[in-house]
């Protein structure tokens, strides 16, 4: 199993462009997660989802948008980048309800001109 | 929701020395205390973990303990070693559905 993968490693955006963060498992979890990484901020959830089809907010939501339209994958919109959002992206997967942890991908850092 | 506090956010110890890290939490329906290291440069990895019917847990050099009635739940490092050098993190779940509310982190530094 590759377990969580996220594309791509780093990008730089200017700012008002648009792009996808791309998440995936291969390990049939239910729950997968969005978290930004600011220093001295530790980690907040952006978005999350229960399943296909199935996603909330979490703690900072603006600006940022989720789909999962399958299990295995959970894409990270940026409609219009600001400089804010310069962070270190992580997604994360569970089995599900009944297990509580959670599996990390190795990131992605993005800078916002 | 849940209000997860972490301290010290750096902790600088000599090898071989004890470390020790503390949270606190504001929920009290939360049941499930997982601590994450991370390295630099690396993605948060999950060392151990505990659960509200628990008092204490141990991993060889890493233990966690947990007060229900303060909120609050600790990680200690017996004979600290450099390889110990990360970012600690602390996070807190209601379990089941819920997605855990994690602590800014502790920086540990081990000087050899």
């Known amino acids: 199993n590759a377990g969580v993968t996220q594309t791509p490693k780093f990008q730089v955006l200017k700012t008002g462009q648009s792009m996808t963060l791309q998440c995936a498992q291969d390990?049939?979890?239910?729950?997968m997660s969005w978290y930004r990484q600011d220093p001295g901020m530790g980690l907040r959830l952006i978005h999350y989802?229960?399943?296909?089809?199935?996603?909330d907010q979490g703690e900072v939501p603006n600006g940022y948008n989720v789909s999962r339209s399958t299990t295995e994958d959970f894409p990270l919109r940026l409609l219009s980048a600001a400089p804010s959002q310069t962070s270190v992206y992580f997604c994360?997967?569970?089995?599900?309800?009944?297990?509580?942890?959670?599996?990390f991908g190795p990131g992605t850092r993005l800078t916002v001109l | 929701g849940e209000n997860v506090e972490q301290h010290p956010s750096t902790l600088s110890v000599q090898e071989g020395d004890s470390a020790v890290i503390k949270c606190t939490y504001s929920?009290?329906?939360?049941?499930?205390f997982p601590w994450y290291k991370q390295e630099l440069g690396k993605r948060p990895q999950l060392i151990i973990d505990?659960?509200?019917?628990?008092g204490e847990k141990k991993d060889q050099r890493i233990a966690v303990t947990l007060n229900k009635t303060a909120k609050h739940f600790s990680l200690h490092i017996t004979e600290t070693q450099p390889e110990d050098s990360a970012v600690y993190f602390c996070?807190?779940?209601?379990?089941?559905?819920?997605?855990?509310?994690f602590g800014r982190g502790t920086s540990l530094i081990v000087h050899p």
């Open positions: 989802s229960v399943g296909a089809g199935i996603t």
């Open positions: 996070a807190a779940s209601k379990g089941g559905s819920y997605i855990p509310t």
């Open positions: 390990m049939n979890h239910e729950y």
């Open positions: 929920d009290s329906a939360s049941n499930y």
């Open positions: 505990i659960r509200s019917n628990v």
């Open positions: 994360a997967s569970r089995p599900g309800q009944t297990t509580d942890t959670q599996y």
